[in-house]
Nanobody, 124 residues
Framework: QVQLVESGGGLVQAGGSLLLSCTIS????????MGWFRQAPGKEREFLAG????????YYADSVKGRFTISRDIAKNTVYLQMSNLKPEDTAGYCC?????????????????WGQGTQVTVSS
């Protein structure tokens, strides 16, 4: 079983930055592909970034490329999403997800485990 706990959300002004964390409780993190998603009210869940835990290879949605950075700390069993130059349209609930595969998927349905989410609000 894999449990995910996010932290780091909050209120930030446009142009600001936030660091989201996702701590993973499993002994088999090396077999996981991780993803960060967000969902705004009335919108579908959107893939933002993904990382292969073992290789560290990263993937990004075009909408956040250059502004968001995904990384992982193996020693801390934690995946991060560094967000910069935030815009009001980035306001959403942000979740991390995991799947026991060696490939990142952009589809929410492809992930087996989800955190509870953390809210990010960007004011103009």
């Amino acid at each position: 079983q894999v449990q995910l706990v996010e932290s780091g959300g909050g209120l930030v002004q446009a142009g600001g930055s936030l660091l989201l964390s996702c701590t993973i409780s499993t002994r088999t993190a090396g077999t996981l592909a991780m993803g960060w998603f967000r969902q705004a009210p009335g919108k579908e869940r959107e893939f933002l970034a993904g990382i292969l835990w073992s290789a560290g290879r990263t993937y990004y949605a075009d909408s956040v490329k250059g502004r968001f950075t995904i990384s992982r700390d193996i020693a801390k069993n934690t995946v991060y999403l560094q967000m910069s130059n935030l815009k009001p349209e980035d306001t959403a609930g942000y979740c991390c997800a995991a799947r026991p595969r060696f490939t990142v998927s952009t589809l929410a349905g492809a992930y087996d485990y989800w955190g509870q989410g953390t809210q990010v609000t960007v004011s103009s």
